[in-house]
């Protein structure tokens, strides 16, 4: 599905920084180039190689929110999953929190107890930024997942997913699914309206939106709970007689988006979610519903990261790329998901 020319040129820059989880899936297997001598007769560093063998041992440390939400619980189990595939890999995991205080003292924990890296997903990551410089401060890397910090110095690689960039492969679906039809109502069900990841996300849908002759005719917000997406929805098909289209961003509140418009009885419209669950993905392949689509946050952020973090304290770097080290910024692509594409993404997907 391709985007609208002149939103296409906006967005396809700040994309292409990495081919996101496509590099960092095919990051190993290169063989080391031979070193090269500068003009100052010093040996330039090799190109890292065969990076999926093992090396020295390294001990990682990760932190996430409690697993209270389908994707961030598949962001711990994946995490310790990419851990597990590995034998120099030893991963300590904090117990899920969503009390900043106890996060805090994990991290510090992890400082005292010497690891080689951390992998942090904060609650809250400007509340977090101080401990994690303290981390760097003493020599260990951090590699921030998801909410990022509020100072560049608390991680030396931030792996994200691309929130504005779901808005804009949700609004240019939803513009070519309708052909051009000026009339269209569009709908959206956002997620919890105060956080910058939810104004990210309904900003590029907007802006994508405005592209092809459109705009959010109804929107409410919901808070990414299966009860929040029934009563938001419920509010959303009261006020809207018809609708051509609703884009929910978030599967797990769609839990409650699709229970409402079951109860509705309403099915005049298409739906496109938001995440990439599995119960929704099911949803697309077998068709039935008004679900024709979502839109990809990977829920393996964490598991990048791990991957990375042993890359960093292991002294190696991504061999797809003539870069000698791991980048600083990993941002992973929000593809669209259909019935035509859906086998592709069903075995990364979480269960709502």
Not at 181 to 190: N, P, R
Not at 195 to 215: E, I, M, N, V, Y
Not at 334 to 346: H, R
Request: charged content about 20%; proline content about 5%.
């Amino acid at each position: 599905m391709s985007a609208p020319k002149t939103l296409r040129r906006r967005v396809m820059a700040p994309l292409a920084v990495l081919a996101g989880a496509a590099v960092l899936a095919a990051c190993t297997s290169n063989t080391p180039a031979p070193s090269e001598t500068s003009g100052g007769g010093s040996a330039a560093p090799a190109p890292a190689g065969a990076n999926d063998e093992p090396g020295d041992t390294v001990t990682i440390g990760f932190s996430a929110p409690a697993a209270d939400h389908g994707w961030m619980g598949a962001i711990t189990s994946a995490a310790q999953a990419e851990a597990e595939k590995y034998t120099d890999v030893d991963l300590k995991v904090a117990e899920g929190t969503n009390d900043v205080n106890l996060q805090i003292s994990q991290i510090e924990q992890f400082i005292n107890d010497k690891v080689d890296a951390i992998v942090l997903l904060p609650f809250d990551g400007a509340a977090l930024t101080d401990v994690a410089t303290k981390a760097m401060e003493a020599g260990i890397p951090v590699v921030n997942v998801d909410r990022e910090f509020s100072s560049p110095f608390a991680a030396r690689t931030t792996v994200l997913g691309d929130n504005y960039g779901m808005g804009v492969s949700a609004g240019t679906y939803i513009c070519d699914r309708l052909g051009g039809k000026s009339d269209a109502v569009v709908a959206e069900i956002a997620g919890i309206d105060n956080l910058p990841l939810t104004q990210d996300r309904s900003q590029g849908f907007a802006d994508a939106l405005k592209d092809c002759g459109l705009k959010v005719s109804n929107r409410v917000a919901a808070d990414f709970t299966v009860q929040g997406g029934e009563t938001a929805a419920s509010n959303l098909l009261q006020a809207a007689p018809k609708i051509d289209a609703i884009w929910n961003h978030d599967d797990d509140q769609g839990v409650g988006v699709m229970a409402a418009i079951d109860n509705a009885g309403r099915d005049e419209f298409f739906l496109v979610g938001g995440a990439g669950s599995k119960n929704v993905m099911e949803m697309i392949k077998s068709g039935g519903t008004v679900v024709e689509a979502t839109v990809i946050y990977p829920s393996t952020q964490a598991a990048d990261g791990i991957r990375l973090a042993r890359l960093i304290a292991q002294g190696k770097a991504m061999s797809d790329l003539v870069e000698v080290e791991v980048p600083r910024t990993v941002q992973l692509h929000a593809p669209v998901v259909t019935k035509d594409n859906v086998d592709q993404y069903l075995p990364t997907a979480f269960q709502s």
